[in-house]
RNA sequence: GCCGAGGUGGUGAAACGGUAUACACGCAGCCCUCAGAAGGCUGUGAGCGCAAGCUCGUGGAGGUUCAAAUCCUCUCCUCGGCACCA
């Protein structure tokens, strides 16, 4: 018995593999296309787990699909821009730059140790000008289509660091980065308007492509699309979805930061109204959210009630927000649990309503969707590029301008202003319309902007005449199936909708989805089964893991955990089990006999049975059950003295999606030696990952007996084998299975009532 | 509170309405060994029994069906998302 000693055969084959570029795809044939799609990883610096579960997965199914006769499209790219990328380098004192770009050397080279089929020629870097350049051009584009704006949005504003953040840059309220609490505060910003996809982008039953339902149904809940009517009262108007409530409305609420409330707030009731609003506004988001307790304070005006007749009393709270509607709104507190709790806070008078009024009104369809705030004030990231020009105002940048290259030279840490201000000889420049003295937007876009629209660019990467070339995206979109987490069900995976359809609008392209079928993986905890984290302690290194087992045993060890979206710990137990299973298949070959071809039957059902167990749970992305199909039979071939080519090659063909390496090492000890010249390869298609699939043979499908279950008043009590030819004849079946002792014994002096055959399953009386 | 996904052995998990627990981990016993490691064989849902076998069993309670982990109703729990959206 040879020890099985990873090391000695994977990076010997990823060499091999990388020298004869066995991975390339052609694009120009897309008779039999399969575009499989990871989502980009961000140049974090080293891959961890999660990454190799993810792109196994993507793996596995490009080698299964390019074995099938697809011309399979397994790109990968990088995350490249963002505040993380930031923050290390000031930590460290490197340049942004070359911090992210020492990492995605370091993560290309650890992709190359997990094995991964990826073709690198089809790739992108969201900090290389070559792709943010079309960033650029996407947003002259909105900007000409009127879907690109300035405009005022109340959003996270960290007081200490003078910047916006992202909802996922507070954490617990506070700034990440300082920890100061962070306040609301209406900040001029670029924003894309995302509204006017907002009915494009809700999913119809049945959904457009596979997309997982939970993400259809958040996407929907997100938009938030609802219809009302816009009521005037005195001037005041509010939405409501419930107009035939209209006659139970007791009093109207404004919002704090209402436009009118200075205007409606009456003399005496001046100091009331003012210290509630910036007692409001000193509120952090977080403490606005937890707190549901009603608050509020009455402006000391009242309007007419247009349906009652009667004049109602206008208050102010924060339970109305601004954000949503006209940020007014009737209260009736008979018919809304809210608008109930504050009248019986403040004794206001609750009547019933009839359901029938039918007041005057706007028709107004609302949603909770917001615009796409892209401005970060930040450096590492896309400049937007637009000039401000004292004589012509606000300019874009010409589109033969493109890109504008953010600058290497820039004080990026933070100093209460968007560090792109510091670069003074980049900031100053010429207005393109007038030449006059201008200056540079100083602010960056959001950096998933960079993540809306990568998949395309993989398809042309190298263009810079146009964003893609319309042949080729026509051909190879939509892709057929794309990884990722369902923590972008919001984010990523909406914006990237809306970017394709923004991109039909420009006749870019003439689909509406971009991946025909979506899945959200699961996710790999620590031992203990909390999250990886390195406070905790307890990640598991995938380097390391590769040293102890090597990159095979990871891959297949995560796709046999149990389905792809499982959520579950690592086990250092489990690892080894499946080491010792590649153990024993690495001494398949001392049982290998070439010249001897005799299979039994049984032999060959179980070979076909396996075949096509492993081709159907990969085409309904089944990893697990499908490597445990593999186990079954090596269990089988490890009982039998000997092992036929036929049975040795098949085996392997079925495992090198999973277990590149070994398959590959074990494929040329009997078909490599004679097919290599000096070290390499005659010809590619010898290596194990250029062979076709296996077919399965139906003949060999058949059983010849099959066992048949007898129940007697729904127990099973016996197990028939049943010849094949009979099998169709209930009656005969019906007759052995009476006879049976085991039945006899529950039937015996009873009367059969009814009897249900399900051929070749059960047989089942009712007595 | 609302929405979504789930609850199956000691553990990860299998199972077109048709013999629940495949496959693997762990554990136990035996073999091999000076010994250990590695490997091999056997057993392993619970209860009763020497055994054949019987009874119970997929969070809980009902229902539909010859037959339910699977379908229906109610309920409890776990995880994820959203959350004063008028």
């Known amino acids: 018995m040879k020890k099985y000693i990873p090391s000695q055969i994977e990076s010997k084959w990823q060499k091999e593999w990388r020298e004869n570029q066995l991975y390339l795809s052609d694009l120009s044939d897309d008779k039999l296309k399969y575009y499989v799609l990871v989502e980009l990883p961000y140049t974090s610096g080293d891959l961890h787990m999660g990454h190799w579960f993810t792109f196994t997965m993507g793996d596995v199914l490009a080698r299964f699909k390019r074995g099938q006769g697809f011309n399979v499209l397994f790109p990968n790219g990088f995350d490249a821009f963002g505040l993380p990328a930031e923050n290390a380098a000031i930590k460290r004192g490197i340049h942004p730059r070359d911090w992210t770009y020492k990492n995605m050397e370091r993560m290309k080279d650890q992709f190359d140790t997990m094995g991964t089929a990826i073709d690198w020629t089809k790739t992108m870097m969201a900090c290389d000008p070559k792709y943010y350049k079309w960033n650029q051009w996407i947003f002259l584009k909105m900007l000409e289509k009127g879907l690109a704006y300035r405009g005022k949005l109340l959003s996270n504003w960290c007081p200490k660091d003078q910047t916006v953040l992202a909802n996922e840059n507070v954490e617990d309220g506070k700034c990440w980065r300082c920890g100061a609490k962070v306040v609301q505060k209406e900040i001029d910003q670029w924003l894309f308007k995302i509204i006017d996809y907002a009915d494009q982008l809700i999913w119809q039953e049945p959904p457009q492509a596979a997309w997982p339902k939970p993400l259809r149904v958040g996407q929907n809940d997100w938009i938030g699309r609802s219809e009302g009517l816009i009521l005037d009262f005195d001037g005041i108007k509010v939405f409501t979805t419930k107009p035939e409530t209209t006659d139970g409305a007791t009093f109207l609420v404004l919002a704090p930061e209402h436009p009118l409330v200075g205007k409606l707030t009456a003399n005496k009731q001046k100091d009331d109204v003012e210290s509630y609003i910036s007692r409001i506004k000193s509120k952090s988001e977080l403490e606005r959210k937890e707190n549901k307790e009603k608050t509020g304070v009455f402006t000391g005006s009242n309007v007419l009630n247009p349906v009652s007749g009667k004049k109602i009393p206008v208050w102010v709270a924060d339970y109305v927000l601004m954000g949503y509607g006209t940020g007014a709104i009737m209260a009736v507190p008979y018919a809304d649990e809210r608008d109930r709790q504050f009248a019986k806070e403040f004794k206001l008078p609750i009547i019933k309503t009839s359901f029938k009024a039918r007041p005057a009104g706007q028709k107004q369809t609302q949603y909770h969707l917001h615009d796409w705030s892209i401005s970060r004030q930040r450096y590492w990231g896309t400049p937007i590029p637009i000039i401000y020009c004292d004589n012509c105002g606000t300019v874009p940048v010409p589109e033969e301008d493109l890109p504008v290259e953010l600058p290497y030279k820039v004080d990026y ?355």
């Open 413 to 767: 840490a933070p100093q209460g202003k968007a560090p792109l201000a510091t670069a003074e000889d980049w900031v100053n420049t010429q207005c393109p319309k007038c030449k006059g003295k201008a200056k540079r937007e100083v602010e960056t876009m959001d950096t998933f902007v960079d993540s809306a629209w990568y998949f395309f660019r993989y398809l042309d990467p190298e263009n810079d005449k146009e964003i893609f070339d319309k042949k080729v995206v026509d051909a190879w979109m939509p892709l057929e199936i794309y990884i990722g987490g369902p923590e972008h069900t919001l984010g990523h995976a909406l914006y990237s909708r809306f970017f394709t359809k923004f991109f039909k609008q420009l006749g870019l392209i003439d689909f509406d989805e971009y991946a025909q079928k979506r899945i959200h993986h699961g996710t790999i905890l620590g031992p203990d089964g909390a999250r990886m984290s390195k406070s905790r302690g307890n990640v598991v290194n995938p380097d390391d893991q590769v040293k102890k087992y090597g990159a095979d045993s990871i891959r297949l060890y995560l796709m046999f955990l149990g389905p792809f979206d499982i959520v579950t710990p690592w086990s250092p137990e489990g690892i080894n089990g499946i080491y010792r299973f590649l153990q024993r298949i690495w001494n398949l070959p001392e049982k290998l006999t070439i010249n001897d071809e005799r299979l039994t039957m049984n032999d060959l059902q179980i070979m076909h049975k396996t075949i096509k167990k492993v081709t159907e749970d990969l085409d309904s992305v089944k990893f697990n059950t499908a490597i445990a199909g593999l186990m079954e039979w090596l269990n089988y071939l490890s009982k039998k003295e000997k092992i036929s080519e036929e049975e040795y090659k098949t085996f392997l063909l079925l495992l090198s999606p999973f277990a590149p390496h070994i398959t590959e090492e074990l494929w040329q000890l009997i078909n490599g030696k004679w097919k290599m010249e000096n070290g390499k390869w005659k010809d590619k298609k010898f290596s194990i990952h250029k062979h076709s699939w296996p077919q399965f043979d139906n003949k060999f499908l058949e059983e010849e007996e099959v066992f048949i279950a007898v129940q007697v008043n729904g127990k099973v009590r016996d197990s028939l084998l049943i010849q094949k030819d009979i099998v169709s004849n209930k009656e005969t079946v019906e007759k052995i299975a009476l006879e049976s002792p085991k039945v006899q014994k529950f039937i015996e002096g009873k009367s059969v009532k009814k009897t249900v055959y399900v051929q070749g399953r059960i047989i089942s009386f009712v007595i």
